[in-house]
Nanobody
Framework: QVRLVESGGGLVQAGGSLRLSCAAS????????????MGWFRQTPGKEREFVAF????????YYADSLKGRFTISRDNANNTVWLQMSGLKLEDTAVYYC???????????????WGQGTPVTVTS
């Protein structure tokens, strides 16, 4: 059974940094499996969930939403089954619930993933 648990969200001032974690269990982290590729998405009330970042099973390839390049960094440690999202230079518009996801069923930037965490809220204040 696949389980994803996000943590690390909270309140942060604009310009500050946060690191989100996603603890994964049940994924084939040691195989070259598409299902072990993971992504981060975010969602604000009344809006669709949007793509933030993606990382392949071995961390060799990463993708980011164009608007977030240079501020956000995705990484993973398969030995500890953890994926991180390092966020810096946070802006008010980064306020959202952040979700990690695994097992992309379509393009990496689309929400068609097989597994989702429960989300962790991030609030950026002025």
């Amino acid at each position: 059974q696949v389980r994803l648990v996000e943590s690390g969200g909270g309140l942060v001032q604009a310009g500050g940094s946060l690191r989100l974690s996603c603890a994964a269990s049940g994924l084939p982290s040691r195989s070259a499996s598409r299902s072990a590729s993971m992504g981060w998405f975010r969602q604000t009330p009344g809006k669709e969930r949007e793509f933030v970042a993606f990382i392949t099973w071995n961390g060799a390839i990463t993708y980011y939403a164009d608007s977030l390049k240079g501020r956000f960094t995705i990484s993973r440690d398969n030995a500890n089954n953890t994926v991180w999202l390092q966020m810096s230079g946070l802006k008010l518009e980064d306020t959202a619930v952040y979700y990690c996801a695994a097992d992309p069923r379509s393009h990496y930037y689309k929400v068609e993933y097989g597994y989702w965490g429960q989300g962790t809220p991030v609030t950026v204040t002025s």
